[in-house]
């Protein structure tokens, strides 16, 4: 399986343009976390799915974030219109099981830099 | 929600001797508490997980600690090796009961440097 797979590996935007981060998962996963890097916040979780049904959205920073899951093999995380404090790395992550257990797949994340 | 502290926020060995990574939690209905591994423009992988039911649990060189009473969990590495090298965190799921099941809380990480 060649995992999770994220693009862009680097963006580098200028304030005001539209950011489109994208996810394709392991197949047969049917849970996928968008979560944000920072030195100063750590990993954030931003939101997840369900079986493409976003299931926890309250991480997600203010409404200039969005994100959408329309089949179960594609998701995208859009910033509009991006601000240099969202500057960070954004990873897509997916996992099988329910529940408390289950290991979560990260992929190798999309570096953002807002200019 | 919950809240997961990860001390310390850099740890220095030399080869071969033993790294000891330290976390507490807040909710006390957590039950899940993985560590990942995170190596230098790569995503956090899983190395090893415990779950509340059990106090200690080990895999190679690599085994994890759980006082539930305390609330907290650590992560020993024996015999380290130079790429043990990397970020390590700590996480830590909430209870389904309060809809935190699927939601994991991750530790601030800990940069590991193993010196020849």
């Known amino acids: 399986d060649a995992g999770v797979i994220q693009s862009p590996r680097h963006e580098v935007t200028e304030m005001g343009q539209e950011v489109t981060l994208r996810c394709k998962p392991i197949?047969?996963?049917?849970?996928l976390f968008w979560y944000r890097q920072t030195m100063m916040r750590g990993l954030e979780l931003l939101i997840y799915?369900?079986?493409?049904?976003?299931?926890?959205d309250s991480g997600m920073p203010e409404d200039r974030f969005s994100a959408k899951m329309p089949n179960a093999s594609f998701s995208t995380l859009k910033i509009q219109p991006s601000e240099p404090r969202d500057s960070a790395v954004y990873f897509c992550?997916?996992?099988?099981?329910?529940?408390?257990?289950?290991?979560?797949?990260f992929g190798e994340g999309s570096r953002l830099t807002v200019l | 929600g919950e809240n997961v502290e990860q001390h310390p926020s850099t740890l220095s060995v030399q080869e071969g001797d033993s790294a000891v990574i330290k976390c507490t939690y807040s909710?006390?209905?957590?039950?899940?508490f993985p560590w990942y591994k995170q190596e230098l423009g790569k995503g956090p992988q899983l190395i090893i997980d415990?779950?509340?039911?059990?106090g200690e649990k080990k895999d190679q060189r690599i085994a994890v600690t759980l006082n539930k009473t305390a609330k907290h969990f650590s992560l020993h590495i024996t015999e380290t090796q130079p790429e043990d090298s990397a970020v390590y965190f700590c996480?830590?799921?909430?209870?389904?009961?309060?809809?935190?099941?699927?939601?994991?809380?991750f530790g601030t990480g800990t940069q590991l440097k193993v010196e020849l």
């Open positions: 992550a997916s996992r099988r099981l329910a529940g408390d257990t289950g290991e979560l797949f």
């Open positions: 197949s047969g996963h049917d849970y």
């Open positions: 799915f369900n079986n493409n049904v976003p299931i926890d």
């Open positions: 909710d006390s209905a957590s039950n899940y």
């Open positions: 415990i779950r509340s039911n059990v």
């Open positions: 996480a830590a799921s909430g209870s389904i009961l309060t809809g935190g099941g699927n939601k994991l809380t």
